[in-house]
Structure formats: C-alpha cells, structure tokens
C-alpha cells in the first residue's frame, strides 16, 4: 500500500513538472530571408523544362518544410521503427535529400537548422526525453498531427524577419 501511495504521488509530481515546463519549452518559428538570396533563379528540370522560381517570396514556405521536417523526426514514435530516436545534437542530420536545386534545399536546410537548433538547447536543459514528451503533448507523434499543430500553433503566415531586424 505504501509502494502504491509513493507511485501515485510520484506520477502526480510528474505531471505537474510537465505542466511547468510545457510553458518554458515552447518552439519559435521565425525565418530569416537571407540577404543574398536572389529574386528569381531559373532552372531546368530533368524532363528539360524551365522552372522559374520566385525565391523570395517561397523561401519561408519552404523553410517551414524544413522546420517541420525536423519536428517530424524528433518527435515521431520510434518503437515502431528500427532506428533510435533522433539526436537533436547529432549535426550530421538534416532534411530528406530531395532532387531539386541547391537555393531551395538550402532553405529547407536552414529551417532544419533553426529547429533542430532550439530543440538541442532545450534539450540540454531539460534532458532529451522530458522535451521529447512535452512536445509530443504539443504537438502529437504522426507527420499529419505534427504538421496541423504547427500550423495551429505557429499559422501558416508566420513571423517573417529580415536581415536587419537581428
């Protein structure tokens, strides 16, 4: 019975540690359009078409592809999967390769970086696994709860700074 009452209050001290830390631990998407980066760029596609891509306006977009991805990764359920859970120290990880120009991996590469960014400081903080959960109750586990919270949480037109706001 005593065993009983120290785990019941043990999970009670538990949830209400989480409760604190889901304010603190909280993801920021905000993009930062490089300067460099050109208006347009032009390329051809491997059917030989022209495709004209509009890099400024499509860069945040495709930024929170990135960003997304990088969530996707860290919180999905690996119990399912052969591979350990994702390492957000591990700089050698990045977005899925994908057969386009280097200009748009670059900006998806950059919303992988800003997230895989915030999740490692937080994760030194807090520990891994504790993130981990937090953001799972944030967020959920599969790609498709995933990606509608962080539109819920974060729009669809977020934040946008340029080089001089830093």
């Known amino acids: ?25 909280s993801l920021q998407m905000v993009v930062k359009i490089p300067d460099d ?22 860069y ?3 930024y929170q592809q990135g960003w997304s991805e990088c969530l ?16 957000p120290f591990d700089q050698s990880l990045g977005p899925s390769l994908k057969q ?6 670059d900006c998806q590469k950059d919303g992988w970086g800003d997230c895989q ?3 490692a400081g937080f994760s030194e903080m807090y520990g891994t696994s504790t993130v981990r959960r937090i953001l ?7 790609r ?6 962080i539109n819920r949480l974060h729009g669809t037109k977020f934040s946008v700074r340029s080089e001089d706001d830093s």
């Open 117 to 119: 960014k915030q999740l």
């Open 37 to 58: 980066l050109p208006e347009t760029f032009v390329w051809q596609t491997i059917g030989n078409q022209t495709v004209e891509w509009n890099l400024k306006r499509d």
């Open 60 to 62: 945040p977009g495709c």
């Open 100 to 105: 386009l120009p280097g200009l748009y991996t």
């Open 1 to 25: 019975m005593i065993l009983l009452l120290l785990g019941l209050s043990a999970l009670a001290g538990f949830r209400l540690r989480d409760e604190v830390l889901a304010d603190r631990i």
């Open 144 to 149: 498709g709860e995933v990606r509608d919270n």
């Open 136 to 142: 799972r109750r944030k967020y959920g586990v599969t």
């Open 72 to 87: 996707v990764e860290f919180l999905r359920s690996h119990r399912l999967f052969a591979e350990s859970p994702m390492n």
